[in-house]
Structures are given as C-alpha cells and as structure tokens.
T-cell receptor, first 110, second 113 residues
Framework: GQSLEQPSEVTAVEGAIVQINCTYQ??????LSWYQQHDGGAPTFLSY????GLEEKGRFSSFLSRSKGYSYLLLKELQMKDSASYLC???????????FGSGTRLQVQP | NAGVTQTPKFRILKIGQSMTLQCAQD?????MYWYRQDPGMGLKLIYY???????DKGEVPNGYNVSRSTTEDFPLRLELAAPSQTSVYFC????????????FGPGTRLTVT
C-alpha cells in the first residue's frame, strides 16, 4: 500500500511561521488531509486538499501537489498551544479508508 | 451531540483474556473505523465499516473482530489478548461523502501483561 513520509520533529519559536512536510511515493491518493493530535489526546481534523493548490483556514494553510506527491501544512503566528503532533493522511483511489503518516511533533518554544 | 464515545478509557488485560471495546456515534455517520496507535507512531487501521452489516479489514486485522449491527455502534473484539496488542485504540466516524474528515473518539488505553 501507499506510505506517507513526515519528519519526526520540528521546533519553532512562538510567533514564527513553520512548515510541516508530507511526501508520498505515488500520486494515487484522492487528496490529502491533516490532523492535529495533542499528547494523550485524539486526532482532530484540520484541513483537506482535494485539488492541487493552497487552502487557507485562519492561521493554518495546507498545500498539495499531486503530481509531485507532496503536501505541507503551514502554521502562522505560532502559539504555545500549537505544540502537538501533526499527521498527514491520504485515501487511495478505490479505497474508503485513510492511510496516516507517522506524524511530526511540533515543539513551540517561547 | 456527544460525538464519538468510547468505553472503557483504560484497561489492563492478562495474556489470553478477551474483551470488547465499545464505540458509539450520534452523528448519523455511515462510515466507522478502528485504529490503533503505538507510542510515537501514526495510526494503523484495524477494521472499518461503510454501513450496518458491512465491515472490511484494514492494515492490521489479525487478533481482532468487529460487527456493525446498527449505524451508531461499532464494537471491536479482542480474542486471546497478546502483549503486542498493548496500544491506544481510537474509534472514528465520517460521512461517506467526506471520508477524509474523520471524527475521533477519546481513545482506549489497553495494556496486556
């Protein structure tokens, strides 16, 4: 099956902008989703890109390039509460379930 | 709406015991899913269901069983628990048209010793 690759950890400073990348080896996904998961908590849905391009939702933006097998999540004006893991997820064409990446742990420092 | 609820929150099992993890949702979602998450790892799909009476295997189904007799409930059965099943189990649901936007329950932390 498909796999999605993410860096394991990213560190950034409060108020800054950070980009979290997600790559996959084929272009067989319908689209790509991003989820946030705080330590000890459940994943919560952040965004979904069905088409190539940038989707903006407040401080969070997500970008997708299906031809390059590449997506990123952009977080602006970082706050301490943004410290969490961020998971990308894709759904294979013909399947009804998501495949998740291993997640990127974001540490926001003061 | 309560969303997706899971019980129990925590459980310790001895090797060879069996148990059922309960999951219910009140959003009238037709798709439901069970995932497990090992420490520092992503989510692995165990089983999913696209409607009452219809279930299908995910990536890691061995050692588990599911049933879906109603739209609301999707229990996960562990038979003959093994230490390798120590994990956090999440149930999730979604609309079929929005399968990429899943709503997760709070999780069940299971330890098998």
């Amino acid at each position: 099956g498909q796999s999605l690759e993410q860096p394991s950890e990213v560190t950034a400073v409060e108020g800054a902008i950070v980009q979290i990348n997600c790559t996959y080896q084929t272009s067989g996904f319908y689209g790509l989703s991003w989820y946030q998961q705080h330590d000890g908590g459940a994943p919560t849905f952040l965004s979904y890109n069905a088409l190539d391009g940038l989707e903006e939702k407040g401080r969070f933006s997500s970008f997708l390039s299906r031809s390059k097998g590449y997506s990123y999540l952009l977080l602006k004006e970082l706050q301490m509460k943004d410290s969490a893991s961020y998971l990308c997820a894709g759904r294979d064409t013909g399947r009804r379930a998501l495949t998740f990446g291993s997640g990127t742990r974001l540490q926001v420092q003061p | 709406n309560a969303g997706v609820t899971q019980t129990p929150k925590f459980r310790i099992l001895k090797i060879g015991q069996s148990m059922t993890l309960q999951c219910a949702q009140d959003m009238n979602h037709n798709y439901m899913y069970w995932y497990r998450q090992d420490p520092g790892m992503g989510l692995k799909l165990i089983y999913y269901s696209v409607g009452a009476g219809i279930t299908d295997k995910g990536e890691v189904p061995n050692g588990y069983n599911v049933s879906r007799s109603t739209t609301e409930d999707f229990p996960l059965r562990l038979e003959l628990a093994a230490p390798s099943q120590t994990s956090v189990y999440f149930c999730a649901s979604s609309y079929s048209r929005l399968a990429d936007e899943q709503y997760f329950g709070p999780g069940t932390r299971l330890t098998v010793t």
